[in-house]
């Protein structure tokens, strides 16, 4: 089960502070308060005590001589408590920068929280007891003029700036936990790149003058305590409207800091935990988890390419152990991390909308130093990655589909692949495997044969090796193909025979085979006896008049493919195997050497 939710470790500063208050019991002579506000009106006092005792705790409230209701927080041991409770509550930005200590000499009366009394016994008055009992009714009198409306009192004036030498002397007071707290706020709105260390070197100083240059303040590079004050309640600010909080999912293995204002966990499906987007935000995640090895990560990363939440346009890398995908259109963005460490495929994809680019930028670092993995990985699906339904595999998620989708082999170790020519006529786009783009770099219409080249370099895992003999009637045939399209990841094997080394025209430029194939085998590799290519399947001729039966198909023959590679400067592998290669061998070798072909439009 997904276990909830604890509050993000940026918030784990209120630890400390929490610690104090939970072992307040100071003596009546030793007693200490930090007063956050002051108000003249007492309804005002007492919803104002409400909302910082909602948010904060032990909260009081207190008559001052000049009518005014004091606001606190306490009571506390001693000055050392007082100060470091108010250091912490002002550095999380929960209480206002000129909060200060006070000894409660002039607290009378308790109002909030109403019947309590955390006062010393001489103090503790009621307010009916400091209440004046009101004068008789006075005789009548003339009537006077009315009195002059009341003038509203002026703002306090705030309290002057520190200057550059007092700046400096409050910083020297700085914990590290301080720094530390700085130094992240600066890193949250881009003005610090450098790791975290509690330490105020050049790189942080550079970062605070760029803060203040940005503020429109004097760039000493040295914060003010009130500057401090602001830069960490703007801080604290944006991750409570973001709800940053860390999530542990105990089934996926995976704990990670989430923008969970804008998230709500939905579901598992293996290989992802799902989070729909709450309140309309725009922001969705999924957790990746799943067992596997490298196969399984290069499917997945192949695979989630097909999907709606990864536009086309973007960084695609992909390492013997990870990759990472991002995509950006003009409705959409996401950013994917995936890894395999031990047998496990573990990441996590965020998927938001434009208008929130912003604070996504500043989500996804969080995300990253957070992440970490632990126990096992989500349960495994219907069977290996590389066989199930590609809907089984992508867990309800909307699938970007090509027009149509035919089969082609690698032709050399440079990436090239061969197809047929109806495979690539009129597409915008032509993709390998649906992850890398391609570009038609020769065709032959008569013989019905092209060559794709991929626009970033690849090393294929293996290519084709073409049988340098001719060819024998009768003999039997295996043919490589994604006969159900782009439903499948892995090429289906058919099997058939030789029947003729000629077309039905007589013509030697076509192979007849006696095989059942569909159209999606079409481009694909045609293999031998010995594992050697011997052709490329190809469509059946088109004739309006007449239907083939089913299990007729045809095939350019490997001599006429080699002589079309060597024209176009490919290099040609050729097989100088004599023996019969087993059924396990030749399924492992089609796989490597078959590609999907997609159409695009």
Known sequence: MVSGLRNCAYFAATVSVTAILGSWSASAQEQRWVQIEAHRDLDVALDAARSYDARIGTISGFQLPSDWYAISVGPFESDTDAFAVRRQLRAEGAIPIDAFVSNGANYLAQVFPQGASTLPAAQDLTLAELTPEPDPEPAS??????????????????????TLREAQASERLLTRDDRVALQTALQWF???????DGAIGPGTRRSMQAWQTDQGLDATGVLTTRQRAQLLQDWQGELAALGIETWRDEDAGISIDLPMAMLRFDRHETPFAHFDERDNSGVRALLISQSGNSATLFGLYEIMQTLDIVPLEGTRERRQNGFLLTGQSDSLRSHTVAQLRNGQIKGYTLIWTP?????????????????????????ESAGPASLVQRGDLLSGLTVRRPEFSRSGFYVDANGAVLTSAAAVANCGRVTLDESYDARVVARDDALGLAILKPETPLVPLAFAQFQPDGLQRGSTITISGFSFEDMLTRPVLTFGRIEALNGLDGSDDLIRLTATVQPGDQGGPVFGATGAVVGLLSAN??????????EISFAVPSEAIRAF?????????????????????LTRVSGDVTVLVSCWN
């Not at 881009?190 to 975290?196: E, K, N, P």
């Not at 590679?565 to 061998?585: C, D, F, H, K, V």
């Open 141 to 162: 009198e003339p009537a006077l003029a009315p009195a002059p409306e009341p003038q509203p009192e002026p703002e306090p004036e705030p309290e002057p700036e520190e």
């Open 190 to 196: 881009g003005f610090y790149t450098l790791g975290i």
């Open 355 to 379: 208008e929130r680019d912003a604070q996504m930028a500043r989500v996804l670092p969080m995300m990253e130093t957070s992440f970490t993995t632990f126990g096992a990985a989500l349960p």
């Open 541 to 550: 001729p088109q004739d309006d008049a007449r239907q083939l039966p089913p």
């Open 565 to 585: 590679l060597r024209a176009n400067n490919i290099a040609i592998g050729t097989s100088r195997e004599t023996s019969p290669m087993p059924a396990e061998q």
